[in-house]
Each structure stands twice: as structure tokens, then as C-alpha cells.
């Protein structure tokens, strides 16, 4: 049986700042098997995110997955990288809106 998925300390502080920037989250933390904390979404563009403290790091089954995947979420420290995340998803947001 699965125990119950923990979360960074910081966790609840950074989808609170994706949220105040105007983003929808989808919390898949509780999912298992080494999947991405959230999902944030911008304009209809979602990218999965992984929320660690200053120095966490990727556990194994998250390793796992996403070498297997052969990609990577984003991983968010703190306020500031949501910040460059929201920008990232706002830039992308305008070239898909501009056809580029």
C-alpha cells in the first residue's frame, strides 16, 4: 500500500504565487511513480512543474520516469523561479497567439 505523498514545504507559497500570477494548477503530487508535483497553466498551455525546497533533489522514481520519458518538468525553488516560469509561459502564450 502507498503511503500518502508528501509535499515540499514550500509548495503551498509557490501555487500560491502561480495562482496570484494569473495561472490555473493542477495539483498530480499524489499521484505516485515519480509524476510531476503540479501542472500550471498559462493561456491554455500547461508545462508540469516539480516543486523542490533549496536543495532537493529528484528521487529516484522521478529520475525514473522522466529518463524514460526523455524529458524533463521544471523544476521551482522558490518565488523568483515562478516568476521566470509565468514569464516563459506568457512568452510562449504570445508566439503561439501570433502564429509564430
Not at 508528501?6 to 502561480?18: C, G
Not at 499521484?31 to 532537493?56: H, Q, S, T, Y
Not at 523544476?75 to 521566470?84: L, P
Request: some cysteine.
Amino acid at each position: 500500500m502507498r503511503r500518502a505523498a508528501r509535499i515540499d514545504l514550500v509548495q503551498p507559497e509557490i501555487v500560491a504565487a502561480f495562482r496570484a500570477a494569473g495561472c490555473d494548477v493542477l495539483h498530480t503530487h499524489t499521484l505516485g511513480r515519480g509524476a510531476p508535483d503540479i501542472f500550471v497553466a498559462f493561456g491554455g498551455i500547461w508545462l508540469a512543474c516539480e516543486i523542490k525546497g533549496d536543495k532537493g533533489k529528484l528521487t529516484s522514481s522521478q529520475e525514473s520516469l522522466y529518463n524514460s520519458l526523455k524529458t524533463r518538468p521544471r523544476i521551482v525553488r522558490n518565488v523568483e523561479e515562478v516568476k521566470a516560469t509565468v514569464d516563459t509561459l506568457k512568452r510562449w502564450h504570445e508566439a503561439i497567439r501570433r502564429g509564430a
